[in-house]
T-cell receptor, first 115, second 117 residues
């Protein structure tokens, strides 16, 4: 079974803090994604990566950056957390380069609260 | 405009009722992929089905069935004889090719299904 793990289920941070959300997949998938999920808005893509050190902006990249130094790990960084970044963050991975043709496997999510 | 519209925000049914979750999509591509995912209360999205644009055959998997109609750009999901365990948020997603050849899924806003005992 594919396993996608996220470093924390719940996280509370203060405004202005730098926040790291970590995601690890164990199936050698090429593609990894970060989404945020908000009530009534569904899943919105923040960034994705189709290879080590490669990244592409999604629909809402502002205020976020990402890092993929190893194939299995994809980090989401909030350089200076703000209250409007309070949300559920979901990481996903998929096998091949043409990402959309493949099933995405999701992690359990990190519920981030910024005070 | 949304590329994937799930007009039903929340549906409430009683166990054993049939329920259909609607999904309407918008694309100019001739090759695209459609997905349904389930998000139970635990939070982790689970894949249910993938369909490519060239395969309009309906699919049945146990109590689940999917009706793909290109003529109406719809990919609806029906649960027959619903059970309490079907209570979840269901997402429809569309993958179409972007500039540069990447397919990136776009998700609808989800439909929350509540099945009462």
């Amino acid at each position: 079974d594919v396993k996608v793990t996220q470093s924390s289920r719940y996280l509370v941070k203060r405004t202005g803090e730098k926040v790291f959300l970590e995601c690890v997949q164990d199936m050698d998938h090429e593609n990894m994604f970060w989404y945020r999920q908000d009530p009534g808005l569904g899943l919105r893509l923040i960034y994705f990566s189709y290879d080590v050190k490669m990244k592409e902006k999604g629909d809402i990249p502002e205020g976020y950056s990402v890092s993929r130094e190893k194939k299995e790990r994809f980090s989401l960084i909030l350089e200076s957390a703000s209250t409007n970044q309070t949300s559920m963050y979901l990481c996903a991975s998929s096998l091949r380069r043409l990402a959309g043709t493949d099933t995405q496997y999701f992690g359990p999510g990190t519920r981030l609260t910024v005070l | 405009a949304q590329k994937v519209t799930q007009a039903q925000t929340e549906i409430s049914v009683v166990e054993k009722e049939d329920v259909t979750l609607d999904c309407v999509y918008e694309t100019r591509d001739t090759t695209y992929y459609l997905f349904w995912y389930k998000q139970p209360p635990s939070g982790e999205l689970v894949f249910l089905i993938r369909r490519n644009s060239f395969d309009e055959q309906n699919e049945i998997s146990g109590r689940y069935s999917w009706n793909f109609q290109k003529s109406t750009s719809s990919f609806n999901f029906t649960i027959t004889a619903s059970q309490v365990v079907d209570s979840a948020v269901y997402f429809c997603a569309l993958s179409e090719v972007l500039t540069g050849g990447s397919y990136i899924p776009t998700f609808g806003r989800g439909t929350s299904l509540i099945v009462h005992p």
